[in-house]
C-alpha cells in the first residue's frame, strides 16, 4: 500500500501522502508500479487561476511566471495560497510492469487525480500559453501512482472538452447518488450556469429531481435557461445568505455548491429544509464557517464535503454531456470564452 | 427570518450573518425576539485556546489580553487564525417578549451556539482568569437570537461539567445517527480519548457499533481503556496517514476525527473501507486536503462536516454520560487537570 499511493515521492515532510507534501520528487524515472504521462496540457483548477489572476491584476506573463515558479519548488502544480491545482491530459510514455490502471504506451489520458499530488516537471517553460486561460499546453512528464484514477480520453470529444468535463466529474455523480436518497427532492445549484454546477443540474435532472439554478446575473441567467436543466433560473449572490435564501424561496431539499467564491456556506444552508444535504464542490469552502454556520443558525442538514471521487464518474459525466447536448454547447462556449 | 438570525447585530460587513462577520454590535440592550445572558463562564473552543497558547508561549498573561482584544474588537469571541469560538454560561437576565427558547429570567443556561456569531460584551477584564485553560470566568453580557439553542443546565452535574459535555454534544448525536446507516459497522475514532472522542466512542458503542479508539500515547490509551468504551484501543500519530492506517488495520466502516490539530484528513481517509463514512468533527479541519485526499486516493468514502447541531443532541449527551459514568470520570479528570 505504501508505495502504491506514491509516498516513495514525498521528499519533504517526510511521512505524508503526496497531496500534503510541501516537495515532491518529479523525475522522470518509474517505479514498479507507476506510469510516465508525456504532458499535452494543464488545466488548472478555477479557484487556483482566479487567484493568481486576480493576485496579477490579470498580467498573464506574471501569472505563467508563478505556476513555473510553484511547478519548479515544489514538484506539482500545488497553489499554496487555494491548496488546489487541476488536472491534465497526455500521452501515455511508459507503464510499470505492475501497475494496476490498465492503460499502455500511446493512449491519450486525461489524469482524473488532483495536480496537487501528480509529480510534474515543465520543459517547455509554459512558451505557448498566453497566462490568461486555465487551460495551459505545456510540455513535460507527469507520474500517475499505481493507485490512482486515469481516463482515456473518447474518441467523440475535443481534448480540451474531455479534460473539462473530468475536471468537475466528480459533481454530477455525488449529486445522482445524493438524490437517490430521497423522494421527489427539490435540487438547488448555486453557480448553476458554470460547468460543475450544470453537470450537477443535468444529473439531478436525469434522476428525476426538481431543479432550481442559482447564478450571477442577467447573462447567466440566459445561458443556464437555454441549457434547459433548470426548472427555475434565478439570480443572487452567492456570498449574501439573505438574498439566497430569498431566491430559493421554498427550502431545498439538497443544495449544491460550485461557485469557486469564499463565503457561500451560509447561504447554502440557510437555503436548505431541515433533514436537507448539502454538498459543498467548492474549493473556496471553509470547513468552519461551515460547520459552526450551521450550528449557529441550528441547521439540521446533512453537509458532505465534494468527493472529487465516485467510481464510474467520468463516464457517468461524459454520458450526461451526450445526452444533453445544450450542456454540451454550454460547455463548448466556455471554452471558447476562455 | 431576517431579524432572527441576528443580521440586525451585524456592523461589518453589512449583508453576512453573524458568523461570518468581522465585528458584531454588542450591545446589551435586547430586541424583541432576542434574549440577554450574564455570563458567569466562557468555554473556549479547544482548538482555539490551543493556538493562542502556542502563540504566546503558555504565558496566560498574554493569552488573556489577546481574548480581551478580540472580544473588544469583534464583540464575539471569535478567533480569527482557527476562526472557531466555543460557548458560555449565563443566567438569563432579560427575554424579549416574541422570544422562541423558552427559557426565563434566572434560568442558569448554556449557548449552544457558537461564540464566533454571540454577541458579547466582557465588563471584569477576566481578571479571575489565569488565562491557562479553557475554561475562564467572566463577567459581561451575551445576547442570544430568536434562532438559536440554549440548554438549561442539568441538577445533577457541575456547570463546568455541563459546559464541556455541551460544547462538544454534537459528535455523539451524529455518531450514533451515522452508527444506525449501516449493518454491524466497525467504528474508529481518531482521538479517543479526549471530550468529543470518548462521547463519540461511547454513542457508538450504545448503538451497537464495534469501536476502535486510536489515541497518541500510553497516557491516553490507559485514561481510554479505564473508560471502556472502546473495543480495541490503538496508539498512531494522527497526522501520520501510513501510521494510522496500520493501526487501524482492518478498515474502518466509519471513521471519526475528533483530534483539534491540523492534518489528519489522510490519515482517516486512508482508513476507512471504500462505501464507508469519514465524519470531521476537529475545527482544524481543512477542506481542501480532505476533498483532494479523497480523490487521490481514489477513496469511495462519505466525508461529512461535523454539524454542530443535531435536535436533542445536549440531552442525548447528557444522558450517556449519566449512563457511562467512566467517560463522566474521564471528563472531571479532564477537566480537574486543566
Partial sequence: MTSSVGVDRVLEPVGVLPQAAWRLD?????REDEVRVRVERLNLDAASFRQLSEKHGG?????????????????????????????????????GPSSPLGVKAGDRVATLVSLTLTPLRI??????WDGRSEQAPAEGTAILFGRSIVGVLPDDLAPELALAVYDVCGAPALTDRIVAEYEHPRVVVLGGAGKSGSLALAAARMAGARTVGIVRNTDEA??????????????????????????????????VVCVDVPGCEHGAILATAPGGTVIFFSMATSFPAAALGAEGLAAD???????????????FAVDLLRRVPAVRSLFEARLAGD
Avoid at 302 to 314: D, K
Fill in 222 to 255: 440566459d445561458l443556464l435557461r437555454a441549457a434547459g436543466v433548470a426548472d427555475e433560473v434565478a439570480i443572487a449572490d452567492a456570498r449574501n445568505p439573505v438574498e439566497v435564501a430569498a431566491a430559493v424561496g421554498e427550502p431545498a431539499t439538497i443544495t
Fill in 301 to 315: 442538514v446533512t453537509m458532505l464535503i465534494g468527493n472529487g471521487y465516485v467510481p464510474g464518474h467520468a463516464e
Fill in 26 to 30: 518529479a523525475s522522470p524515472a518509474i
Fill in 59 to 95: 498580467d498573464g506573463d506574471a501569472v505563467r511566471a508563478e505556476v513555473l515558479e510553484i511547478v519548479g519548488a515544489r514538484g506539482k502544480m500545488h497553489n499554496p495560497v487555494t491548496g488546489s491545482g487541476g488536472m491534465l491530459i497526455g500521452v501515455v510514455e511508459e507503464v
Fill in 123 to 128: 520543459t517547455d517553460a509554459l512558451r505557448n
